[in-house]
Each structure stands twice: as structure tokens, then as C-alpha cells.
């Protein structure tokens, strides 16, 4: 289990009487005092302390409270600690999130948690845009989804007998419950599209383990080795796989590189340097990026480079560090020296993904192939419980697992840009993709993909067979406009993606921050 756990980059703070400027514990002689509960104690202390928005937010100023028993009575006027954490939280935070049980989060973050094992989203199924249609993006290996036999791009109309639709849509599917999902496929034989159930099979859920790197590929045409990677989450348990990975990828003398994010909404930053670093060939001689905190804590900001080496975790999910700050466990790092890297979005890739396209792109061509992002450019921390500065869960307080995931931080690129409104491919508008043949705005639900269900990583699957053709400098290969009518997919409320455990967002490691607790 990790001790010190920084997700989403966000820092946390402490109780009353530990922050440097909160109010210190309640008058124990008023006559209505009945303290608040320790966990609002914390949460206000944690985002006061940490939180990027903290000036800008009346009731977390320094000086709010006249004294003890005002700041008391303020903390009781919430219901619990998830009340008061999403009323102290600014109108431009999109991301900041309560968490109930910190151990099971710090599990989900690993890639270990309860679930039916599959990745999906919707579509609208008509014009009226009232009924929808789900659809499989991927199945985890080894788990319900797989064992009930459901398979990339099958369709499914209801589930547990319900009628997917606009207004239930978020409901149906976010519990740890086994489910029914009725099926159904796509018949144009009356030349219009019309949803034809099947089956109904039952999804179990049981505790999954899901491997970060999906799949990778390395295929040569026109005489160019490409090489294919789809990575859905930066995991820091998934160093040596990547590691492993680009080995393969120079053996086979790769000269260009697909990297697959459409489905990754973030993670750690450690694991985002060694990416990119991996890529580029660029080393710790080389800026990746900066941190910029909030003004409270802008001892905090510091500049990020490039990794020379792969940090390895020890068998308790950690970085062991030297005296002087460098990594303990390490391996030799195998990168490809790429002056153009490809890499495939969707209105998912966010955050630690989007860091990978921002960071890179002083150092090197980045192009972007598919829809727009996120442009989540803030980083958040686990807060606990515990003593300032809130990071170690084995001090936290015993008596209850709750935890917080602020915004702490900015990130930009070593030329100071930020990403706040994503980046969007050749193409993209508004409304969707332009439709010009060589535009790199692609999705994945058409028609045409929905029939045929061309698996990750085939050369025929839209966004890589686009990217194969502007590497090898081909015009893109359309299809006839009947077989390219695009279905709309449904877009998640801003920061939330209530398909995958992993939040959208993007975390550091307790060694990325200064130790000092001014």
C-alpha cells in the first residue's frame, strides 16, 4: 500500500490547530460548542493550506473567522465533510473531488478495483436525441466483460431492462452490481438504421486488475516500422512494462511512433516524464515543465526535467530516494530519439495525457489525431487526514478513511504555455469534424466502424489507419458517404467520467514537493 500518495497533483491540508493560519480548536466554553467533526476540521484546513483557488475563495481566506467559535459554527452548518469540501470549491474547479475511502482509491489508482471490466461510452441512437446507445471502447483481459463474451463495439440498448436514455444514462451502469445489458446490432437492410436487440447477458463484478498498457504493436508498410501503443492510465507500477515496451519497439528499428490516449484521462506526472522522455530521447538536462502553486505555497514552484533513467517502485508501491533526492531503484531507459510523435485524443484524453502533447511540443512535432481535448492543465494531490502536510496516510486519523483530491497546482511547458482550452486536431470545430479529406479529426463511431468492429490497433481502425496515412504521406483513405455517417456521441458533464475509475486528472509523487512545511 502506498503511504504518501500525491493524486491528481493536489496537496492537502491538516486539522484546526496545525495549518499556519486556521483558527485553532473551537471554545470548549461556549455553551453550544459541540466541535465539529474532525473530518470537516480537516477538509477546511487541507483546502486552505493547499488549494489553488484558495484567495480567490471568501470563506478559506486567512482571516474569515473572528474567532474559534465562529469558525465552529461555520463547519456545523454542513451536513458532513463532502458538503463543506463542494462549497469551498471555486466556479472554475472542474475537477477537485471528495473521496469516502482513500484505500480503495489508492487501489484504483493501481489499477485494482471492483467492476464489470469494460470501457464504454454513448451515442445518440436518432435525431431526437432522447434514447441512446451504448457501446464497448474495450474490454479488460480476465474480466466479467470478458468472461460474459462482450467484445469491442458491441452495442447495447438497455440496461437491467431500462431503456438507456438521456436522463438515466449516468445512473445505470455506476454501482459495483452485477448488470443484464441487452445487446443489439445495427441492421440497414431497409436503407435506414434501425436497432435490432439480441441476447441480454449478465456482467458480474469482482475485484479487477487492469494493465495500463492495453496493447502495443509494431507493423511495416510502405517501408516504414511503425509502432502502435495504446495506454489508458499513468500508472507508476507501470515503468517496467513501458520499459519493456520501447526495448521491443527498437529492436524492431521503430522510426515512428502511434501513441494511443483517446482513452487515458491522466495520473501521475513521474510517469508522463518518463513517457515523453522515452520518446524524445530528452534527459534531465532538459526542462519538461514547471509547477506553479498557490501563492501560500509558492516556495513550492520548481522547474521539472526530463528522466535520464526508469524509477522503479519498491514492494510498497514507493520511490526509494538518496540523500540527495536521486532514485534508488532504477533501470537503464530504452527511448527512441523521435523527432515527430503521433499521438490519437478523444474528448477523454485528459490532464497527464494532455501534459505528454504539451511537454513535448518545444522539443518536437506533435500531431494530433482524432477529437478535442480535455484541457485539464491543473494537477491535484491526495490530502489526508494527518499532520501538515497532509500527504502520509500512515499518520492519518484512524477513525475514518475520508480524503481529498484539490486542485493544487498548474503545469505548463519549458515555454510557459498551458492547455486550458485542450488541443484540438486539424479540423475540429464546434460542431464536430469538417469532413475535409485531409483533416485529422476523426472518430470512432460511424457507421462504418460500428459494422465492421476493426480491433485496437488493426491498421483499419479510423484513428490509426489516419495516422498511417499521414506518415506515409498518403491522402486519406474515405470511405462513401453512406458508410461515413457519424453517430454524435454524448459528452460527459466537465470532469467527470463516470465510465473508468480513473478520474480524469493528473497527480506527483511526495518526493516532487519541497519537504518544508512554512
Known sequence: MKKLRFIWVLLFAVMIGCSDSSPTDPDSGNENNVEATAEKQFVWNAMNYWYYWQADVTELGDD??????????????????????????H????????????????????????????NYGFYYKDSQQTDLVGYVRYIIPGSPAEDAGLERLDLFTKVDGNTITVNNYLDLLTNNSAHDLTLAHIDTSGGTIQYVEDETVTVESREVIEDPIFTSEVIDTSGVKIGYLMYNAFQTNSHQGLNDVFADFKNQGVNELVLDLRYNGGGAVITSQLLTSMISGLGSSTKFGEFEYNQKRSQNNREVFFLDEVPLENEDGEFDRDSEGNFVNTEPINSLSLNTVYVLTSSGTASASETVINSLRPHMEVTYIGLKTVGKDEGSLTL???????????????????????????????????????????????????????????????????????????????????????????????????????????????????????????????????????
Do not use: W
Open 384 to 518: 489526508y487526514d494527518a499532520p501538515t502536510p497532509y500527504l502520509n496516510s500512515d499518520e492519518a486519523n484512524p477513525d475514518h478513511k475520508k480524503a481529498i483530491q484539490p486542485i493544487v497546482l498548474k503545469i505548463v511547458n519549458a515555454d510557459g504555455e498551458a492547455y486550458p482550452n485542450g488541443f484540438a486536431p486539424d479540423g475540429y470545430t464546434s460542431n464536430g469534424c469538417a469532413d475535409d479529406e485531409n483533416d485529422n479529426c476523426v472518430t470512432e463511431i460511424t457507421l462504418d466502424n460500428l459494422l465492421n468492429k476493426p480491433k485496437i490497433g488493426s491498421p483499419e481502425e479510423p484513428l490509426f489507419s489516419r495516422a498511417i496515412d499521414v506518415i506515409i504521406g498518403q491522402q486519406a483513405k474515405r470511405k462513401a458517404t453512406t458508410d461515413q455517417i457519424k453517430m454524435k456521441e454524448v459528452q460527459l458533464p466537465t470532469g467527470l467520467d463516470a465510465f473508468k475509475p480513473h478520474r480524469q486528472g493528473m497527480h506527483v509523487e511526495p518526493f516532487m514537493i519541497p519537504t518544508d512545511k512554512k
Open 64 to 89: 474569515y473567522f473572528t474567532n474559534d467559535t465562529d469558525f465552529n459554527n461555520y463547519l456545523k452548518d454542513f451536513s458532513d465533510a463532502e458538503a463543506l469540501f463542494e462549497s469551498l470549491r
Open 91 to 118: 466556479p472554475n474547479d472542474d475537477f477537485s473531488f471528495f473521496i469516502d475511502d482513500y484505500e480503495e482509491y489508492q487501489n484504483e489508482q493501481d489499477g485494482i478495483y471492483a467492476a464489470l471490466g469494460l
